[in-house]
């Protein structure tokens, strides 16, 4: 399959997963606050998803706008890579859950809504190449990805921790680790892409961060401007 191709293919499915997902999240709103007397801690859910329907609509909505890739990773790995990072999170649901205290449950609500907040930050700035796969689509170092060069994994390894909190078990503690080092991955992954693709990232690289952001933002000067693909 040529690489635009699959970029209209995976647009199609991922199109279609995201507004079924947001759908579902709004459908869960509507039953939060018609069930606001039974549900403990009911602000912090419906803050938690307000805020998750917010970020499921801006992922439909750039993924329908998103540029062409430029260039694309080559072989399975980073394809499997990719889907296997993006959704393995959904076992949280069916896994086995402790019983946090109030004070764990309030900390753990509290991640969930900055880290989906930082989330909708970071994939506004994302734009238009905004995509799953490891891609090249445009260089983007405004904003919180002039601090850290992969934010959006930032925001959502906080989001997760909340979320692993809030549902205590050793699985869920474990089920995180695995989806940390699938994002790593995928950042590896992109940051190979985006070498091969763009001159200045290597510059870019050399200043910001991966993950831990920075004090000092990045400026290129008027000859670089770069842009980021995927997360």
Known sequence: MNSRLEDVAGKGLMISIFLYLAIMQAVSIIA???????IDLWGFVLASRVAG?????LIVFLTVIRHAPKNVSSGIEPRLTAIAGTFCLMFL???????PGIGLRIFASCLMVAGT????????????????????????????????????YAAEAVTTLGAVVAGWSIWSAL???????????????EERIL???????????????????????????????????AE
Not at 53 to 57: G, I, M, N, S
């Open 32 to 38: 939060t606050v018609q069930m606001r007397e039974q």
């Open 53 to 57: 329907l917010v970020f499921l609509a």
């Open 93 to 99: 649901v069916v896994l086995p859950t402790g019983s």
């Open 117 to 152: 907040v930082l989330s909708i930050w970071c994939v506004i700035y994302l734009g238009r190449s905004f995509s799953i796969m490891a891609a090249a689509r445009q260089l983007v170092v405004q904003g919180p990805y002039a601090i850290v060069r992969h934010p959006l």
């Open 175 to 189: 089920l995180f680790i695995l989806w940390w080092a699938l994002q790593y991955r995928r950042m590896v992954n």
């Open 195 to 229: 070498r091969a693709t763009f001159a200045e990232y290597e510059d870019y690289a050399r200043h910001v961060p991966m993950v831990i952001p920075t004090l000092t933002p990045y400026r290129p000067g008027t000859a670089a401007t770069p842009t980021l693909p």
